[in-house]
Structure formats: C-alpha cells, structure tokens
C-alpha cells in the first residue's frame, strides 16, 4: 500500500482530530454545545452536504443491514425455540442430535466466509449478497417442511452457508463508508438489530404456539419458519437497489457525482488506502503482518465463550414449573440486555474514543457470570437467573472489536476484508465443535465441563486483547517516531539550503 496513505493516517492519529483516537485534541476545539450534539447524533454538527450524505448512508445501508440481521437472527432462534415447542417430538430428536443442527449450521457459515470476502473484491456485494439472501429464504421456507433430523441438517448446512456472506460484508462496507467518529454506533446498531430479531422469535414463537399450532395442519413451530421467510424475503430485494458497494466503485442512483465525490473524500482525510483487489501476493503480505494471528486468535476465544447463556431455555425446561410460553418468552430478557448494552458501547466509545476498555468491560462482566454458572451447586436459584442474563454484557462488545480491526486495518483494504472474513470464519470453525463436546445437551442443565471451559475462553481473550493493545501501542509509536525523524529531515534540509544562499 502506499507509504504517503500510512504516514497520513499515523499523522491523524498523532495530531487528535475529531477522526483520533485522543478525545482532547478533538473536544479542546469545540464549545460543550457542540460536543453534546456530536455524541448524540455525530451527524448533527456537520455541514449540510455531509450531513445529507450521512443521512443518505444510514437509510440504506442500516436499514438493509439491520432488518436483514434481524431476520437472521431470528432464523436461529427459532430453531431453540422450536426445540421446546414441539420439534423434538414431532422430529423423534434423540441424543445430541439437537447440537448437530447447530453444528451444520456453523460449517456452513465457516466455509463460506473467507471465499466470499475475497470474491467480494472482484464480484459487486450489491449484486453477491442480495442473491445469496434469496437462495437463504427459499431454504428457510423448505426448513418448514423437514420430517427428520437429517432434512434439518440439509436446511441448517445450506442456511449457514447463505448466512456466512453476509456478516463480514457488512462490516466491510460500514467500514468503507463511515469514519471513526461514526463507525462503532453503525457497528453497534447493526448488531443489536439481531437480537431484537432473538428477543422477538420468543414472543412470535409464544404467539404461533397458541394461535396457530395446527392451522393448516402444521405445527406451530413449523409455522415459524414460514413467518420467517416472508419478513426475509422483501430485505432480499431491496438489498439490490440500497446496498452501495463501496465509495470507489459505487453507482448506485440514490447518491448524487457530488456525494459520491465527498464520501470518497471522507476516507481519504481518514487516512483509509485504496481498494485492492484480491492476490496471493496481497495475502501473503496480509499473513505477515500480526493483524491476522492476533485479531483471529481473541475473535475465536470471544465466540467460543458466548455459548454460555443460550442454554436458559433448557435450563428452565428442567425445572418443570415453567409452561413453554414462558420458557421461550424468559431467556428474551438476555436479548433486551444485549440490546442496551450494545447500544451504550457503540455511542460511549464514539465519544470517548475507547475501544478496548470498553471490551475488558464486557468480558469481566460476563467472566463473573461463567464462574457462577460453572459453580453451580450452591449457587442461590437467584444468582443462577441473575448470571444468566449478566451475559448478555458480553456480546455488544463484538463490533467495538470488529471497529477496532476497521481501524487499525484502515490503510490497507486487502488486510482489513480479509481479516473481518477469517476472524469470523475461524471462530466459527472451532464453535462447530467446542459446544458438541463440551456442551453435550445430554449434561442439561449443568453443563459443568462446557461452563468450566467458558471461563478458560474469556480468561484466553482477555490475554489475547492485552496482546493486541500492546502490540497496536508499539505500531502506533513506530509510526510517530518516523513521522518525527522525517519532519526533523525536512527541517535539516531547509537549513541547509538556507546556508548555501
């Protein structure tokens, strides 16, 4: 990548402007006034032009993004809820075959991250991932039609696959198109959009469990997959007109030359390098850096241990004083939590600037809730209920992560698309089988080797990120010692000339 990008970008990070990651270089130079409303909305304290265009870019991009997500979610909640609310006998699901569903899932999703990001260099994601939302609904319908467990594993394998497309794109583009000011609030309300859609599918399958168990002669659960599909299937389509690709290749009819002009301006005052297209050479470079070893190491320690608070539906199952209403409609309160919290950390760490903190945060929250899980015996029936939801503090905290890697990644786009693929890709590979085996659904509802090892995961992360931020420090004063020496030279050689005048 160019050197002139990367020395531009180190110089906007030394100087603290309102793009730093210094908050008193940018709040030094503007009233409180102004400050409050940066913080509340960031758009509202820019000219007229850029505000129209941010404006522009969060009614497409976010409404795609997050009704998408929300519908994706929804998808794979419903399969828990499902579960407990006829599935398992209408299906005769015996054994783990229950973690098997998830499992298909998560191949899926794992194998088709990395192609897709690098397809996405050479192919438009407004016309890649739109089509493979389509393929993701026609299979979501045909999941209401399974009659054994291996029909669902079909649907769950090709659902994953359809889904993995999408999550790493969206970062992409977010990251493509809002700067540091903006981009974890995006980030944030893009992810919280999914667990509204988890939080939902408890109430809508509680619905259809009463309403409509047996109309059509199809059960209620089945009935949810259908729903499903029909809120799925218009985002598909408008993913086609809204989704802009990125500021270097966009043509979509909804930004004007002079828009388009000044978003392409915005990422160069941002220090972000031009789009590559990818290479073996481009990946070579990518793997040499430690980005991709490190990111990929905590991103897998991160989603491995979020597993934890998905089994409180089984949990309230085993105590046989809950109706299935109230056990899909309970573990909800996990959803609203992560909703919030995802939401303060998104505007918090926008305007503060912080992104670690806010993630060391998350993680010894929900590190207090594993060790109360992992307990167990002896634990009050309350602390159980109140650990359970304590984990919904942990998984906000996934796009700071993921704003932190935009950002760090910012001057070299090969390196950042492909490390928002293989973190993802890679984590999701070993959450294929770390809960087969360590959250047997046959050890319900104790769980003491999958809580146990939990705790070992946040504990790993939490010394991956601690790497990271020493590591991101070092680069940082690298960056500000060349930039020092080179000045110092411009400064030598103009004294010179001066002499010899």
């Known amino acids: 990548m160019s050197s ?26 503007k009233p409180l006034r102004h400050r409050i409303r940066e913080i ?135 990251g493509g198109w809002y700067t540091k000011r903006e981009l974890a609030k995006r980030a944030s309300i893009f992810f919280a959009s999914a667990f509204v859609g988890s939080m939902f599918s408890g109430y809508l399958q509680a619905a259809l469990y009463t309403g409509m168990n047996g109309a059509g002669g199809l059960a209620g659960w089945r009935w949810l997959f259908i729903f499903d599909g029909v809120i799925t299937f218009p985002m598909a389509l408008w993913a086609y007109y809204s989704l802009p690709d990125l500021p270097s290749n966009t043509r979509v009819g909804w930004l004007t030359n002079a828009e388009r002009q000044l978003a392409r301006q915005r990422m160069t005052d941002a220090g972000k390098g031009k ?10 470079r990518v793997l040499g850096k430690w980005h ?18 998905g089994y409180m539906n089984l949990w309230l199952k085993s105590l046989k004083r809950y109706s299935v209403p109230q056990i899909n409609t309970y573990p909800t309160a996990i959803n609203a939590i992560t909703i919030i919290t995802t939401l303060s950390y998104g505007w918090t760490s926008d ?18 809730a594993a060790l109360n899980l992992a307990i167990w015996d002896g634990v009050p029936f309350g602390l159980k209920w109140a650990s359970y939801y304590l984990t919904g503090f942990a998984q906000g905290s996934g796009p700071i992560f ?25 984590a999701y590979a070993f959450n294929a ?45 690298k960056d500000n010692d060349g930039i020092i020496e080179e000045r110092e030279a411009q400064v030598m050689g103009d004294h010179s000339w001066v002499s010899n005048i």
């Not at 870019?57 to 499902?82: M, P, Q, V």
């Not at 991956?464 to 420090?473: E, F, H, I, N, P």
């Open 292 to 309: 991709f070893w490190v990111y990929t190491a905590y991103y897998t320690f991160f989603i491995c241990s979020e597993n934890i608070g």
């Open 351 to 368: 305007a503060l600037q912080l992104r670690a903190p806010i993630v060391y945060f998350s993680l010894t929250v929900c590190l207090f």
């Open 40 to 174: 509340v909305w960031d758009s509202l304290d820019r000219s007229p032009e850029e505000r129209k265009l941010i404006f522009k870019l969060d009614i497409f991009i976010l409404t795609w993004a997050g009704f998408t997500y929300f519908s994706k979610n929804l998808n794979s909640n419903n399969l828990s809820n499902a579960y407990v609310s006829g599935m398992k006998e209408d299906l005769n699901v015996v054994g783990n075959e229950y973690q098997t569903f998830t499992t298909m899932w998560t191949i899926g999703y794992v194998l088709s991250q990395i192609p897709s990001q690098m397809i996405c260099t050479r192919i438009r994601p407004s016309l890649w991932c739109p089509t493979w939302e389509l393929i993701w609904v026609l299979v979501t319908f045909a999941t209401a039609a399974v009659k054994t467990p291996h029909h669902l594993y079909a649907c769950r394998f090709v659902v994953g696959f359809a889904e993995g497309t999408f999550y790493p794109a969206v970062h992409t583009v977010l």
């Open 433 to 477: 089988w770390i809960p087969l085996i360590t959250y047997n659904t046959t050890k319900a509802p104790r769980f003491l080797v999958g809580n146990s090892v939990t705790v070992g995961l946040i504990i790993c992360a939490t010394a991956t990120l601690t790497v990271a931020v020493w590591l991101q420090k070092k680069d940082l004063a």
């Open 402 to 426: 993921l704003t932190m890697v935009n950002e760090m990644c910012q001057d070299d786009t090969l390196e950042r698309k492909f490390i928002l693929g293989t973190t993802n890709s890679v």
């Open 4 to 29: 002139d990008i990367q020395k531009n970008s180190a110089i906007t990070r030394e100087t603290g402007s309102p793009e730093s990651g210094s908050l008193s270089g940018w709040s030094e130079k």
């Open 275 to 284: 789009d590559e297209p990818f290479t073996w050479i481009g990946i070579k």
